[in-house]
Structure formats: C-alpha cells, structure tokens
C-alpha cells in the first residue's frame, strides 16, 4: 500500500512539473496604456504583448488573459482581453478595451492563463480616470418604465428594428428590389434613425449581417471569406457600427444568435436540439461571449445583450419533434448567469419569444427584461406589456410589431393600414409601463414610404413626460364616455398626459372624466400626425371632438 502511494505522489509530481514546463515560458512581455488621457465613461485602450504557445487564441481553454482591476470605490472587476494578431515567433499582440464607470484611481495588473492555469501575472499598474464630460455611462435596470445609466440619469428608448443591412438575394416576393437596394446600410439608416427622434434600435449577428461565425456564404457582398476563427470583415463592420451608433448617442440591442455549430466554420458540429445540453457546445458558445465582450462590452452604444430572436420558432423549427423547453429554459439561465459575471460593466441582458411561451423563461434570474414580437393585433401591445410586467415583476419590451408578418404579400394593398399600425404601436407603447416603446419591423419599406419620420412626433411627448416627471410614471385612468374612442393616461410629476385617438370614419364627441375646470388656459393640445401644439381647447367642460381617423394628446 505504501508503494502504491509513492508511485501516486510521483505521477502526481511528474504531471505537475509537465505541466509546469509546457506553460512556464509563457509570460506577458510588456503591456503598455495608449490612451494618454482616461476619462469616466470613456473607452481606454491597452496593449499586451505575450511570449506564447496556444493552438487557438478565442479559446480560453487553450490561452485566456484577463485585466484585473480594483476600481477606486474598492470593487474588484475582471475584464477580458483579445487576441489582435501575431508579431513572430511565439509574439502575439493582445487588446484590452475598458470603459471606467467610477473616476479616480484604478489598480491593475494583467493575469495569463495556458490550459487553464495561471501561466504568468503582470506586474501591477495605475492610472487615474478623471469625471466625466458630457457622457452617462451604460443602460441598467431601473423600472418598468425606463431604464438608467451609470450616473442616474433615467432613459426610454425609441426606436425601430433595422435587423441587418441589405442582402445581395433578397426573397421577397413584391419587395425583392427595394430590399437588395444598398442604401439600407447602416451608414445611412443610422443616422436616419437619428434624424427621425430614435435613440434605439435592434440588430442581429447571423450569417448575412455581421457574420461573426461564419467563414463564407453570406449572401452580402460586404463581407469577405475568410478561414479565421472570427471572420475579420465582420469584425471591422461591428467596430464601425459600434463607433457610429456612439457618435449618433444611438443604443442597440444586439442579438446574438447562436452562431454556428457547423464543423464547415471550423465549430464543434453538433444539432441545434444537442446545442443546448452539449457541454462542448456550451463551451464553444461560452468563448463566443468572451470575445462578443472582450471587443465590443466597453461600449455605451450596447444598450442590451439579446440571446435569441424568438426562441419560440427555433425551438419549432421542426414541428413534429420540437426542442424540449426545460432544455432551453436551463441553457439561457446558464448562459444568462455566465454573461452577467463575465460582463464587468452589467448590460442589460434579454431573450425573445414571437409567440409562444416557454414556462420558466420569463422568470430567469439574469434575464433582465422579457420580450415578445406581436403581428396583426395591436390593441395587445398595452395589455401585453401590462400582463407580463405584473405577473413577473420585470421589465417588458414588445422587440417586433407590424400589421403584417408575411413578407410574401404585397404590403402596398393595404399600406394606409400599415402606416396606421406603426403609428399606434408607438402610442400604445408610450402610454404603457415600458422602458423601450414597441420596435417596429419593415424598415425598408417604412423609409419608402416616410412613415418613420412620424417617431419625431412621439419624440416631442417622450421628452415631455421624462421633463415633466423627472422619470417618474404612473398609470391614471382617464375615462371617454365614447367607446368608440380610444384613450390612455398617464401621469409624469405633477402633469397629466391623455392619448385620445378616433379610429373611426367619422368625428366622434368625447367627454372626458376629468375635471377641467380652470384647466382651459393651462391645457395643451398636441396634434399627433402634424407634431403642433395647436390652439384648441375643450368645446365644453370635459368635452372635445375629435375628427375622423385623429389623434391628439392633452398635456395639463
């Protein structure tokens, strides 16, 4: 027996110094802070040049190198690091990019790991962040009706989906041409979208738009074929609209997708039933998020991080054997827990369903606000958003809506009724305990038509109540004596806002339940389709006429 122990010590001795062998030449050379002057909310820049030997640098079980801080107020951060290229033999270049949300001084040092292990620490640094100028910092939780950044300042957004760039082969049956037509790139929607009033927008990572996964076939002749683990295309595109939507002050909600699992984009293969239970799969998707993180978790314009869109439909994809829904309930609170401890800034995280709800999603911890997509029936918008909000206590954002959700119709048909849809849907939201008002889908078609532009209109209203209420909402219930009319009420501090709209053909008279005594003189009348405080006032107390198809919102 005591032999058998020794032999054991000495296995375990000779392991460890193999292990110390294989991975002690690898060190951290040097590492130097580019960025001259670190101010809060700001990105700084590091450059970290290692002595080592990996197989594979987005693996963090094969190499991993991390920047550890102790913040001024105390709080330890972990940040992790990049791999940008090789310079020789054994040289490689590595990128830290962190965005300080406290000033004062920082301590850090740099930690390499080699199969897990820690290879080599970094001797220790300081710099000093100075307080902000003019930037807020991250989105964060707050309420159901808004949301905050870093230094309190409360924000709901606006916005649309602009979901990815034009395809080269689009196939849409009436809209094939509008949709391969190269304007609707970020470069110009962004900006658009600017322009219009919007703050915020949802995009995707897939296999034709920021195809971060993939090595070819893209149908978008933006991006270039590539045998690199992440394809450099798309890297540069995701830096580009990284930096353009900060310069615009724009947040994202940046979907994520699963990716690839396919063993063509040099993955592990597995079905997409297996990539939720797989362990190598959760692996490989893990890495996935390190880097997602690593390049772009330092920036402002990352208003969410979003797993899946409509988790639902992949969980569907094949109808007589459909996924099991524990399987991905778990997989999301697994990775959900993994993204929060790994992003060291705390962005919103999300996932979303198109219709069909998976029991225990909505309840996951590091899930920060559920979703849902709605097609053909706004009226469920308000009492969708109120449902979901009360029954789970969390935030709800609808992240898709439009009259119509087949693109092999010819929208032109009714395309009054699909102006009339994205109007509502904005209203609606505006007027319901929701931090982002519902995001409309067709984006292309609503830039032909013009009809974006109607978000400066809700813009104007938006920033009134956050004025007037300094954030703060609450729900009033102004009532109409005409059924036909339709009306929502809110309160902001001390001011009451009502959302009145005639859907009908005719003008309706609507009597309010308010009182309006004294209030002539002192209540505004907004006209929702020209954006114009107009001089109306109530045709008798608590009475007003609304004329057909109309909508107006009085301020007191």
């Known amino acids: 027996m005591m032999k058998s122990i020794k032999i054991f010590c000495l296995l375990s001795l000779t392991l460890a110094l193999t292990i110390t062998n294989a991975f002690g030449n690898n060190k951290i050379k040097k590492y130097k802070l580019i960025t001259s ?31 550890v801080f102790t913040s001024p107020s105390g709080k330890n951060m972990v940040l992790p690091c990049y791999f940008e ?18 000033s004062g001084e920082y301590q850090y040092h740099f930690l390499l790991k080699s199969k897990g292990i820690e290879s080599d620490k970094s001797l220790a640094g300081v710099f000093t962040v100075s307080p902000a100028k003019n930037k807020k910092g991250i989105l964060h939780k707050n309420n159901f009706w808004t949301f905050k ?4 300042t409360l924000y709901r957004g606006l916005g649309e989906n602009i979901c990815w760039e034009s395809r080269d082969n689009d196939d849409s049956k009436f809209f094939k041409v509008l949709h391969e037509d190269k304007k609707y790139n970020y470069e110009e929607m ?3 979208l600017s322009n219009h009033g919007g703050d915020y927008f949802r995009t995707w990572i897939c296999s034709w738009n920021l195809p971060l996964d993939w090595k070819s076939g893209f149908n978008n002749s933006r991006y270039q074929s590539s045998d690199e683990y992440f394809n450099p295309s798309a890297i540069a595109k995701m830096d580009r609209l990284i930096n353009l939507s900060e310069s615009l002050g724009l947040h994202m909600m940046l979907t994520l997708g699963e990716g690839t699992h396919d063993e063509r984009n040099g993955r592990y293969q597995t079905s997409t039933a297996d990539f939720f239970v797989n362990e190598k799969a959760k692996v490989q998707y893990k890495n996935r998020l390190r880097f997602i993180v690593a390049r772009w978790g330092y920036s402002p314009a990352i208003g969410a991080w979003e797993f899946f869109n409509e988790i639902d439909n992949v969980q569907f994809r094949n109808s007589k054997n459909p996924i099991d829904a524990a399987h991905i309930v778990q997989w999301h609170d697994e990775m959900s827990a993994y993204l929060a401890e790994l992003d060291p800034y705390n962005h919103l995280i999300t996932t979303s369903i198109s219709h ?46 439009g009259y119509e959700y087949d693109w092999q119709k010819n929208f032109d048909l009714f395309a009054e009724e699909m102006d009339s849809d994205f109007k509502r849907g904005l209203w609606y939201g505006l007027f319901s305990p929701t931090p982002i008002l519902p995001l409309s889908w067709w984006w292309e ?17 938006l920033d009134e109540m956050m004025v007037s209420g300094k954030g703060s909402f609450e729900k009033s219930n102004a009532i109409s004596d005409n059924k036909e009319v339709e009306i929502y009420s809110v309160k902001c501090g001390d001011k009451t806002f009502i959302y ?57």
């Open 37 to 67: 002057i670190v101010q809060q909310y700001e990105r700084a820049d590091w450059e970290i040049n290692l002595k080592a030997n990996f197989d594979n640098p987005y693996l963090q079980e094969d190499i991993s190198l991390d920047l």
């Open 85 to 102: 290229e090789m310079s020789g033999k054994n040289i490689s270049i590595w990128k830290a990019r962190f965005l300080p949300q406290e």
């Open 149 to 152: 950044y870093d230094d309190g």
């Open 190 to 192: 962004l900006p658009a």
């Open 356 to 401: 069909r709800d998976l029991e225990g999603l909505n309840a996951i911890k590091n899930i920060d606000f559920n979703q849902k997509h709605i097609y053909k029936n706004n009226h469920a918008l308000p009492t969708t958003i109120e449902k979901y909000s009360q029954e789970f206590q969390k935030p709800y954002v609808i992240g898709e809506f």
């Open 445 to 461: 078609y609503f830039d032909k038509r013009g009809t974006d532009k109607y978000l400066s209109r809700v813009r104007v209203i």
């Open 500 to 556: 009145l709209y005639n859907p009908t053909e005719v003008s309706k008279i609507s009597k309010l339940s308010i009182d309006t005594s004294g209030l002539p003189d002192n209540a505004r009348f907004y006209d929702c389709e020209t954006g114009v405080w107009n001089n109306q006032k109530f045709d008798s107390p608590n009475t007003i006429e609304l004329k057909a198809k109309s909508d107006l919102v009085i301020m007191f």
